[in-house]
């Protein structure tokens, strides 16, 4: 079963920084752009930031262009998303899902993971 699950989230400060982590389990990652999506109550899912499947293109949401980071590691088969100067705003369910690219829609990813909650608020 081709799964992807995601770990780091949590309750952080404003400012602060967390890093979400999309690990793959039963297919290597080699192979997929990663996509990193978050939803929050009451609100549709948005994209956040994507990586292609070598590493060498990356976008991200401009809502949070320059304050997040998106690398993998495909040795650890693992994709981060590393978000620093967290606003209240961030506050949303994280997920990864994979694509044969970054260019298309939500639609076009699949394998989504269960989700990693993340909760900005002093």
């Known amino acids: 079963q081709l799964q992807l699950v995601e770990s780091g989230g949590g309750l952080v400060q404003p400012g602060g920084s967390l890093r979400l982590s999309c690990a793959a389990s039963?297919?290597?990652?080699?192979?997929?752009?990663i996509g990193w999506f978050r939803q929050a109550p009451g609100k549709e899912r948005e994209g956040v930031s994507c990586?292609?499947?070598?590493?060498?293109?990356?976008n991200y949401a401009d809502s949070v262009k320059g304050r997040f980071t998106i690398s993998r590691d495909n040795a650890k088969n693992t994709v981060y998303l590393q978000m620093n100067s967290l606003k209240p705003e961030d506050t949303a369910v994280y997920y990864c899902?994979?694509?044969?690219?970054?260019?298309?829609?939500?639609?076009?990813?699949?394998?989504w993971g269960q989700g990693t909650q993340v909760t900005v608020s002093s």
């Open positions: 899902a994979a694509a044969l690219d970054c260019s298309g829609p939500a639609a076009d990813f699949g394998s």
């Open positions: 039963g297919f290597t990652l080699d192979y997929y752009a």
């Open positions: 990586i292609s499947s070598s590493g060498g293109s990356t």
